[in-house]
């Protein structure tokens, strides 16, 4: 699906970055990055420019093709890794941000994802996460017709266990990114830390 998606000349989500990571990159330590099914390139492009070190993980090989496209029309350089998120190895303590915009996988191994993200984040590294809630159902502005991809409050929270949510909202707003996120929608934002004495045990269930 995905690399058909990407196939076109055109840039599926566009190449502006996503409105909620523009505004609060802020929040992510300067460092290594990790920015997670990437796609076409804008969001890692993005945070590159802004003198990061980043690592940008997607399951289209044609989409991160048209990633390397775009950050070498920009100027800057981005390590581009063709993975499933479902198998990916986050390390231990490997990241000092995490980057998580519009990722739909099914819970299973979403939930499995997020055990290994947690560990792979650095103690006082940060998760900054957009998602569309069961509620973008109703919108049909992207995001798919299935729930099983889209996640609430109640889920990131529980999820993401051994973070501290500096931030967590649900909220309707308009998301424009190309021809696939087309109007008002229902997201989740979060900006999370992991703390310094975080235990680094996986969730159970």
């Known amino acids: 699906m995905w690399d058909e998606r990407y196939r076109s ?15 609060n990159f802020h929040h992510l330590p300067k460092g290594r990055i990790l920015s997670l099914a990437e796609g076409e390139g804008r969001n890692a492009v993005f945070l590159a420019q802004q003198g990061y070190s980043v690592t940008a993980v997607d399951t289209s ?3 991160l093709h048209k990633a390397q496209k775009w950050a070498e029309a920009n100027g800057v350089t981005v390590n581009w890794v063709h993975a499933d998120l479902a198998d990916y190895d986050f390390g231990n303590h490997e990241w000092d941000g995490i980057v998580s ?5 099914l819970p299973a191994v979403r939930k499995k994802m997020y055990d290994r993200l947690q560990l792979g984040l650095k103690q006082g590294g940060i998760f900054l996460l957009e998602a569309y809630t069961p ?3 109703r919108y049909g502005t992207g995001g798919g017709h299935s729930v099983d991809f889209m996640q609430s409050k109640k889920m990131v929270r529980t ?3 051994s973070l501290t949510f500096q931030h967590l909202v649900e909220l309707e707003r308009n998301v424009i990114e190309g021809i696939y996120h087309t109007g008002l929608g229902s997201v989740v934002q979060a900006v999370a830390i992991k703390p310094k004495t975080a235990p680094d045990q996986p969730s159970h269930g």
């Open 135 to 137: 509620e973008q159902l």
């Open 159 to 161: 999820e993401l266990h």
């Open 9 to 23: 000349k055109e840039y599926a989500y566009g190449t502006e970055p996503n409105q909620f990571l523009k505004q």
């Open 61 to 63: 090989i044609v989409g």
């Open 101 to 105: 915009i519009f990722c739909p996988l």
